[in-house]
C-alpha cells in the first residue's frame, strides 16, 4: 500500500500501526516525529498534483478537516478517498479501525485497544464544569455542536455552553462569552495557538486552562494519554 493522510491523527496513527506504508502527508502533520515522507501541503490546501505524482493507492481524509472540492478532483484523477468522519470518541475508535483496515493492517493495534480501555474505563465524574471553548480569535469562534472536542470534554465532566448552538464552530463577539460566565475558559494550542500570553488576558477574572489541541482534538495514539493530560491541565487553571 501506498498512502498519503489529509488528517494529521491519522497519519500518527498510520505511521504506528503500518511502518512504511505512508508516502505523503501534510504540512501540520507533526506526529511521529521524524516522520520522512512527502509534504503535499496543508489541510485545506493540499497539492494535488504533489499528491498525484506520488502513486498513492489510497488517500486518508476527514470530512471536518478537509475541502470537498479537493478531495474531488483526486477522486475525478483516479485516486481511491477514504473520508472519515468523527464527532464523538465512540465514533473515533470505528473510524479508526476502518482506516487501519484499510491501509492493510490486519492485526489490532495494541495502542487502539489501550485507548479504547482508557475511555470506557473512566468513572462518572464527580461534578461537572461549565466552559467556553475558544479555537480561533480574531474573530473569536468557539466549540458549537456535535463537535469530538465536546464529547471528549464531556466525557471528563467539562459542558461547554455552546453546545445547543446550531453552528459547529459558531463566531460570538467576546463580551457575550464572557458573560456566559463559565466555570472554566479551555484554550487549545491548535488550530489557534492560544498561550499564556495570549488568550488569558481577554478572560480576566475567569480560569484559564491551556490545554494541548493534540490530546483534546487529534484522534489516535494520543487518544490513550489524552485523559489524564487534560485533567491536569483543566486542574492547573489560572484567573
Known amino acids: ?23 505523503g502527508a501534510t504540512d501540520w502533520c507533526t506526529h511521529p516525529p521524524g516522520l520522512d515522507v512527502a509534504r503535499v501541503g496543508g489541510t485545506k ?10 502513486a498513492p493507492d489510497l488517500v486518508i481524509a476527514n470530512e471536518e478537516e478537509n475541502r470537498a472540492p479537493d478531495l474531488a478532483a483526486l477522486r475525478a484523477a483516479g485516486v481511491a478517498v477514504l473520508v472519515t468522519e468523527i464527532r464523538d470518541v465512540p465514533q473515533a475508535f470505528r473510524e479508526l479501525a476502518r482506516v487501519l483496515g484499510d ?12 485507548a479504547e480501555a482508557t475511555w470506557s ?22 466549540l458549537g ?17 455552546q453546545a445547543a448552538h446550531p453552528d459547529r464552530y459558531p463566531r460570538i463577539p467576546l463580551d457575550d462569552l464572557r458573560a456566559g460566565e463559565p466555570d472554566v475558559v479551555i484554550l487549545p494550542d491548535e488550530p489557534y495557538r ?3 500570553d495570549d488568550g488569558p488576558e481577554a478572560f480576566r477574572g ?7 489541541g493534540r490530546h483534546l482534538t487529534w484522534y489516535g495514539p494520543s487518544l490513550a494519554e489524552a485523559p489524564r493530560v487534560l485533567e491536569r491541565a483543566l486542574r492547573a487553571a489560572r484567573p
Open 1 to 23: 500500500m501506498r498512502v498519503v493522510s489529509l488528517v494529521p491523527s491519522l497519519t500518527e496513527a498510520v505511521a504506528r500501526s503500518a511502518p512504511g506504508t505512508l508516502v
Open 45 to 54: 490546501n493540499p497539492k494535488t498534483d504533489r499528491i498525484l505524482s506520488l
Open 103 to 114: 491501509c492493510g493492517v490486519t492485526s489490532r493495534p495494541r495502542w487502539l485497544d489501550e
Open 121 to 142: 474505563s473512566l468513572p462518572r465524574p464527580d461534578t461537572r464544569r461549565t466552559a467556553v471553548v475558544p479555537i480561533w480569535r480574531r474573530p473569536w469562534m468557539v
Open 145 to 161: 455542536r456535535d463537535t469530538f472536542a465536546g464529547d471528549v470534554l464531556a466525557r471528563l465532566g467539562v459542558d461547554h455552553l
Open 194 to 196: 492560544f498561550t499564556a
Open 206 to 212: 475567569l480560569p484559564c486552562a491551556l490545554v494541548s
